[in-house]
């Protein structure tokens, strides 16, 4: 399997002075998502918790929902031209009684460890039916000062970013600020899907008592992956899309962007957000 850092040698200048060094990087290699043998995408990602990257998917695109829609998931023997495992393919294999919906049989999707499901082409083709919806979910209220302590939080636990400075992360938190668990990506997307693929094979979903908080911005896919986890509340250190925005509005999401020091901005869903304790308290 690939290993998460690499090393390459570097000319690394200073001041004026010119040295060479070796640095680490953070590894990118690409992974192949088949569903019961057929191709259906292909992502840049971190080599790591490849089959929770790949059952995570597949909760976005509305395939897995529970541990019993997913009979085994295994890297591919021979998938490359001399017939070595590359450990760059997985197979996902479904239960018999798992419904497959048509877009992801005749779709070859590819994703950018940057930008997620490039290429679909409008709001209406990525909105998917979720199963959970958020608004049916149990109250879930968050003070604003325990929102604007995650961000240091995941931080101090991005164990890859310290060596080398190039992964997004994600994390859940319950509504009292506990960490449940965190994921680090070359791509941001990936992330999610890795801590909603976890959730999944742990039977943890829905997802309705957390919160998820990405290092990055808040794009539509990101909130997607959000809505169909069951989790109520998004937060993102940098800015939301808009179509992000619409999506949380339309579902009942909440969503919070610029979350840095003792800011935020709430985009939707402001209701989860305790603001008269916070006026109250100042």
Wanted: proline letters at 5%; charged letters at 25%.
């Amino acid at each position: 399997m690939g290993r998460v850092t690499e090393r390459r040698k570097v000319i690394r200048i200073r001041d004026g002075v010119v040295s060479s060094r070796p640095d680490t990087l953070v590894a990118e290699e690409p992974l192949e998502i088949r569903l019961n043998g057929k191709p259906l995408a292909i992502t840049m990602r971190t080599p790591g918790d490849d089959f929770a990257l790949a059952a995570g998917f597949l909760v976005s695109e509305g395939v897995l929902a529970a541990a019993s829609d997913l009979l085994n998931i295994v890297y591919c023997a021979g998938a490359t031209v001399d017939g070595s495992n590359s450990y760059n393919v997985v197979d996902v294999r479904t239960a018999p009684d798992v419904l497959i919906p048509d877009i992801t049989l005749e779709r070859n999707v590819y994703t950018t460890s940057s930008c997620g499901l490039c290429g679909k082409a409008s709001l209406d083709a990525v909105r998917t039916t979720a199963r959970w919806p958020i608004s049916d979910n149990p109250p879930v209220r968050v003070d604003p000062e325990l929102l604007t302590s995650l961000p240091d939080r995941l931080r101090a636990a991005q164990r890859v970013f310290d060596r080398t400075g190039g992964l997004h992360a994600a994390a859940l938190f319950t509504e009292e600020g506990e960490l449940v668990d965190i994921r680090e990506d070359v791509g941001r997307h990936n992330a999610v899907d890795k801590l909603v693929g976890r959730a999944l094979q742990n039977g943890d979903l829905p997802l309705s008592r957390t919160l998820l908080l990405v290092s990055g911005r808040a794009s539509f896919e990101l909130a997607q992956k959000a809505v169909m986890a069951g989790i109520p509340v998004l937060a993102a250190v940098s800015a939301p899309s808009s179509l992000a925005v619409d999506l949380a509005a339309e579902t009942g999401l909440t969503l919070v962007g610029f979350l840095r020091g003792t800011s935020m901005n709430v985009y939707a869903g402001e209701d989860r957000i305790a603001l008269r304790a916070a006026a109250a308290g100042g």
